[in-house]
C-alpha cells in the first residue's frame, strides 16, 4: 500500500469558484490585449513595405489554435496571432508574453523545487498541483518534475564553472549545511558560501559537497573560487569550524576573520549552568551590541572579570576569539548587523534542515545540491 502526504478534497472537481472564474477570465482578456498590442508593434515595422498593388505586404492572418497556460490561477486560455506575407517574405509572429513551447508561468515553475523542498515528491507532485491549481491542470506530471530536475543539474554544473572577475567581492559569509540523506548512512555536509559586492548585492558563490567540514574540503571550493576569478575579499565570516579557517589563510591570506557571534554566544553559554546562562547572555549583547568598539572593549573585559573565577571555561571560549570576534567594528557601522553572524547562510537553508528532518522521502545527494542551487537562486 502506498503512502502520500498529498490530501484530496472530496468533488474536487465539482467544486467552483466565481471569484477565481472572474479572475482567469479577466486575465484572458489582459493577455489578449497585451499580445493584439505585441502585434501592432511588430506590424509597424512593415508599414512601408507594400505589393506591386499597393496593399501592405505583411497582414495578420488568423490565430494559432488556443492553448492552456498554467498560472497560479488555473489554466488561461491563450490564442497567439499569425501573421502572412504577401509577397513571399519569411515573417513570423512570436510573443514575448507567451514565447512558443511555454506551458507555464515562470512563477509557477519556481513553485516546483518549492515544493520539493517541503515535502512533496516527484510522484506526488501532480496531485498536488491539482489541488492548488484545479482538475484541469496538465502537463505537471512526474516525468515532467524529473525533466526540470534534469534542467536543475544542468544549470548548476554551469554555475559551477561561471567566471567571478565581473565584480569585486567585499564580504563572504562560510558555512557547512548538513542533511540527511535517502539511503545513506552519512550525512550531506554542503559547503556554502554566499558573497555581496561593492553595491551590496548577495550571491551564491558556491554550494559544494565536502567531507564533513575538512581543511581539505573547504581548500578545494576556495582554490576553485580563486580560479573563476574571484578577488581576496576583506572579510570572511563564519562559525568556529576550524576547517575553514585554516584554508582560508592558505587560500586567501589577506582576508580578515570574523567569527559568528551568534554560535560564540551559544558555545559560552554551554559552559555555563542554566541559572546563570540569562544574566551572561545580556552581558554577550552588550558586547557586540555596543556603539562602537571601545565600548565593546570595556563590555568584552567586564564579562570576562565577571565569569573568569567562577567559569574559567566559558571565559577562555570567549577569549581565544577575542580579535575575530571584534574585527567587524573597523568596518562600516551600517554593515555591522549582516557581518557579525553568518545568518544569511542559516536563514537561507533553514527550509532544507526541515525537509530533510519531516519528510520520508528524502532527496539524493545530487538531488540535494541541486536544490539547494535553486533555493539559492530564489533567495538571490
Request: glycine letters at 6%.
Amino acid at each position: 500500500m502506498g503512502t502520500t502526504n498529498i490530501v484530496d478534497f472530496a468533488r474536487r472537481d465539482e467544486m467552483t469558484d466565481a471569484l477565481t472564474e472572474l479572475l482567469k477570465t479577466g486575465a484572458q482578456q489582459l493577455i489578449a490585449t497585451a499580445v493584439e498590442a505585441e502585434l501592432v508593434s511588430y506590424l509597424a515595422q512593415f508599414t512601408g513595405l507594400r505589393t506591386d498593388a499597393g496593399h501592405a505586404a505583411v497582414v495578420r492572418n488568423g490565430h494559432h489554435p488556443a492553448r492552456p497556460f498554467q498560472t497560479g490561477i488555473g489554466p488561461v486560455s491563450v490564442r497567439i496571432p499569425k501573421v502572412r506575407s504577401k509577397d513571399g517574405t519569411p515573417v513570423t509572429f512570436r510573443s514575448a508574453l507567451v514565447p512558443p513551447y511555454v506551458r507555464r508561468t515562470k512563477t509557477l515553475e519556481a513553485a516546483l523545487p518549492w515544493l520539493y523542498l517541503k515535502g512533496i515528491s516527484s510522484g506526488e507532485m501532480a496531485p498536488a498541483l491539482k489541488v492548488l491549481l484545479g482538475p484541469d491542470a496538465v502537463g505537471l506530471s512526474a516525468n515532467t518534475v524529473s525533466r526540470l530536475k534534469r534542467d536543475w543539474a544542468n544549470e548548476y554544473e554551469a554555475w559551477k564553472g561561471a567566471e567571478l572577475d565581473d565584480e569585486p567581492i567585499v564580504y563572504i559569509w562560510a558555512d557547512g549545511v548538513h542533511s540527511g540523506l535517502r539511503g545513506e548512512d552519512d550525512k550531506l555536509c554542503a559547503l556554502v558560501i554566499i558573497g555581496v559586492t561593492a553595491r551590496g548585492k548577495k550571491r551564491f558563490l558556491a554550494i559544494e559537497d565536502g567531507v564533513r567540514e575538512s581543511t581539505q574540503s573547504w581548500r578545494e571550493v576556495l582554490l576553485n573560487l580563486k580560479s573563476r576569478g574571484m578577488n581576496a575579499p576583506k572579510l570572511a565570516i563564519g562559525d568556529g569550524a576550524m576547517g575553514f579557517w585554516a584554508a582560508m589563510d592558505e587560500v586567501y591570506p589577506e582576508t580578515r576573520h570574523q567569527r559568528c557571534w551568534q554560535h560564540k554566544t551559544m558555545n559560552v553559554l554551554n559552559c555555563l549552568p542554566k541559572l546563570s546562562q540569562p544574566k551572561a547572555k545580556a552581558a554577550l549583547h552588550d558586547i557586540w551590541q555596543a556603539e562602537t568598539k571601545v565600548d565593546a572593549e570595556k563590555a568584552f573585559d567586564l564579562f570576562i572579570k565577571t565569569y573568569e573565577p567562577k567559569y574559567p571555561k566559558a571565559t577562555l571560549c570567549l577569549q581565544k576569539d577575542r580579535e575575530e570576534l571584534m574585527a567587524f567594528f573597523d568596518f562600516p557601522a551600517q554593515h555591522w548587523q549582516s557581518i557579525r553572524t553568518s545568518n544569511p547562510i542559516e536563514s537561507a537553508f533553514a527550509t532544507i534542515r526541515h525537509r530533510t528532518k519531516r519528510s520520508k522521502g528524502c532527496l539524493s545527494r545530487d538531488g540535494m545540491l541541486h536544490m539547494m542551487f535553486k533555493l539559492g537562486q530564489c533567495a538571490e
